[in-house]
């Protein structure tokens, strides 16, 4: 093996200052995993690497010799860096353990190298807080003294696997040059759970950091209402709106009653009811949720109002959790910060002044839908356009227990029969409501990929339903047992012995299964749009928001039953967006994206992260546009409007995705992008 010129430690704990890689000129560049960039070493010492902007992370991996560093003893990484170009650049630091990636089992940071400037960056490691602490059923955790955390996102600095150097979604070229890759810093020490707890106050807010727009107190609500009063009314909205949110220098169409889809050239739009061009710019959970778990975790907070309280009693509940979650589908009692603060701030009248203010702020930042989980309070106000939203309850398909989650089984009797009681009880609410764009049905369900539904069909008991079908249709393409027997490679007795049998065929029968399958997802879309245009004639079946990524069959069957194809797409772009071949032309609508940073108190990003809320809002501007400027796209919708509580809901999530926080303060950066963006909506779709 060819000799590395570089300083490969570390079989015994490492020392502070200790350099790991030393580009010195030999250094064999072909141990280097490289992602749209350019490496070469300078005669300096440097490694120079020339980044593309192809890809959203271009960047270079540096495997650990042997599989594995040990940096135990020292609080971070560092690295020289050195931007000989002409503009800023933003170089990460990412360090990882096995099986890393953003938000678990690494650490990183992301540094802005100005043109010209030498400077020494570093990466904190994150060690994981003692078991004395007691944190858990939280997503994120909270940054406790500089160098600890919890969960997944702390690191352990015996066992580090890689290092990646990085530009994050750069939008041009950059050049940097990198250096002396070294251990350095000492661990400080970690004081007392005494000190820690408790570390939320009674307004759900981290109580061991400052940030701007920090609560100290319920008296500051009266300055922040009317503050935002005056914001609301020196920005009354884009002028150029009908009361629907369409575009009023539009051409004036025909106008249905309803919102319809219109292909105009090679680009998607919905008009709304008057006849005007419409796309939709919403943003989901319009409400003032912030519900939390206390069980169990009592000593983590400060303040919590009793259960009897006269005023805050009704923002308890006890209900069952989320079989995911730490507490398993036991009951547990929550608190709601979002609802006990809008009491807070708004007073007896919380519902009606908290329901007309959304509206107020949704018209003023550009906004023309209120997205999914959105209140009926909210909705039934009808002021905004909003989206219907359905779920129900089937029999499942017994053998997909190897899947995420069960998939219905289409072919009961029970799934059509549920599906339209279901619908039926929009009757009088948002069926036949001309505000309602229409109906979501679902939400990311477990698509498994292949012919995994065929398989877990086959894998399932005699008696159901699904299972009978595909052998119906297997006894009328073969004529005989043995016909099958010979295509597919088997060995089956009788029908019978099929109909018993729960082990999957092989690879022999992929074109059944495959077919099947097709069938599978044919049907359930075509069961779902029947139940909706049942009750809702006239208005959209929009899909059921496919988690990122759908399997080409259930792409097509939702293109050919959908009157738009929706997606939730966390992305940091959806540029180059478009259904899979051979689907038909539909147009689509993203259900939800999202975007946070940790410089306001929350402990995790969500799906997407961003450095500060500067760059949150600078993610959103850039978002919207590229859906806008994708003629398949109809409307996006931000994913939420509050943040999530402090320390999560039942399910761990506890990400700062909102554009107002816990306490309904809005983001002022994020709704800076959000009114730019709604300010030029139709001149960016245009």
Avoid at 7 to 19: E, F, H, I, N, Q
Avoid at 413 to 437: F, M, Q, V, Y
Wanted: hydrophobic letters at 40%; charged letters at 25%.
């Amino acid at each position: 093996m060819k000799a590395l010129a570089f300083a490969l430690l570390l079989t015994a704990p490492a020392m502070a200052g200790r350099t790991i890689l030393d580009f010195t000129p030999g250094y064999d560049l072909a141990g280097i995993e490289q992602n749209d960039v350019r490496l070469t070493l300078t005669t300096g010492g440097t490694l120079r690497v020339e980044s593309g902007h192809a890809i959203d992370w271009p960047g270079i991996t540096i495997k650990a010799p042997g599989g594995h560093w040990t940096f135990s003893g020292t609080g971070a990484l560092s690295m020289d860096v050195f931007n000989p170009g002409a503009t800023p650049v933003e170089v990460g630091l990412r360090i990882d353990n096995p099986g890393g990636y953003p938000g678990r089992n690494c650490v990183q940071e992301v540094f802005t190298i100005e043109p010209g400037q030498r400077t020494t960056v570093a990466t904190k490691f994150k060690l994981k807080l003692p078991d004395s602490y007691g944190l858990f059923g939280m997503n994120g955790y909270p940054d406790a003294f500089g160098f600890y955390t919890g969960g997944d996102q702390a690191l352990d600095p015996a066992n580090v696997s890689q290092l990646i150097i990085f530009v994050p979604t750069p939008k041009e070229d950059h050049v940097f040059e990198i250096a002396r890759i070294r251990t350095t810093g000492d661990i400080p020490p970690l004081p007392s759970p005494a000190t820690f707890f408790p570390f939320i106050d009674e307004f759900g807010q981290y109580v061991h950091r400052e940030w701007p727009g920090k609560l100290h107190s319920a008296t500051e609500f009266a300055d922040r209402i009317a503050a935002e009063d005056r914001d609301l009314a020196a920005h009354g909205g884009p002028k150029d709106r009908d009361r629907w949110g369409g575009w009023t220098r539009s051409q004036k169409l025909r106008g249905t009653g309803f919102f319809r889809v219109l292909r105009v050239g090679a680009t998607w739009w919905l008009v709304d009811p008057d006849g005007r061009l419409f796309w939709s710019h919403g943003v989901d959970c319009v409400g003032t949720w912030g519900a939390t778990i206390v069980d169990g975790r009592e000593r983590w907070f400060s303040g919590l109002p009793p259960h009897d309280d006269p005023v805050f009693g009704d923002n308890w509940w006890e209900s069952k959790t989320k079989g995911n979650s730490h507490w398993k589908g036991e009951k547990a009692w929550h608190f709601d910060f979002g609802a006990a603060n809008a009491r807070r701030k708004y007073g007896e009248k919380v519902r009606d002044l908290t329901t007309a203010l959304a509206h107020r702020r949704l018209r003023s930042w550009g906004l023309n839908t209120i997205g999914m989980w959105s209140g009926e309070g909210f909705t039934s106000l009808r002021r905004t356009p909003y989206v219907g939203t359905i779920h129900w309850w089937a029999p499942e398909i017994e053998g997909s227990e190897a899947h995420r989650a069960r998939f219905y089984d289409v072919f009961s009797p029970e799934c059509r029969k549920s599906i339209r009681a279901r619908l039926a009880d929009e009757k009088g609410k948002a069926a036949g409501d001309p505000w309602c764009l229409g109906f979501f049905v679902d939400n990311e369900l477990s698509w498994p990929g292949g012919t995994g539904l065929a398989e877990a069909t086959l894998a399932s008991p005699m008696t159901q339903p699904a299972k009978k079908a595909f052998i119906a249709d297997l006894r009328k393409k073969y004529s005989s047992i043995a016909k099958l027997n010979k295509t597919w490679g088997t060995a089956h007795a009788s029908w019978d012995a099929l109909a018993l049998s729960r082990t999957p065929p092989g690879a022999a029968a992929r074109k059944d299964l495959e077919a099947f399958t097709q069938s599978f997802a044919d049907r359930y879309f075509r069961e779902c749009r029947d139940a909706v245009k049942a009750v809702a004639p006239h208005q959209l079946y929009l899909g059921c928001r496919f988690a990122g990524w759908a399997p080409d069959y259930a792409a097509r069957a939702a293109a050919k039953s959908c009157d738009v194809v929706s997606y939730n797409l966390y992305r940091r772009s959806v540029a180059e967006f478009q259904l899979p071949a051979g689907c038909a032309d539909k147009p689509v609508i993203i259900g939800e994206f999202h975007c946070g940073a940790l410089d306001r108190g929350l402990f995790h990003t969500g799906l997407q992260g961003a450095a500060n809320q500067a760059e949150r809002a600078d993610f959103y501007r850039n978002y919207v546009t590229s859906a806008l400027r994708n003629p398949v796209f109809v409307g996006a919708a931000w994913f939420q409007y509050m943040d999530q509580a402090t320390t999560g809901r039942d399910d761990g999530e506890n990400y700062q995705i909102g554009f107002v926080d816990i306490t309904d303060t809005p983001y002022p950066e994020t709704i800076a992008a959000v009114r730019e963006i709604g300010d030029r909506l139709y001149e960016l779709r245009r």
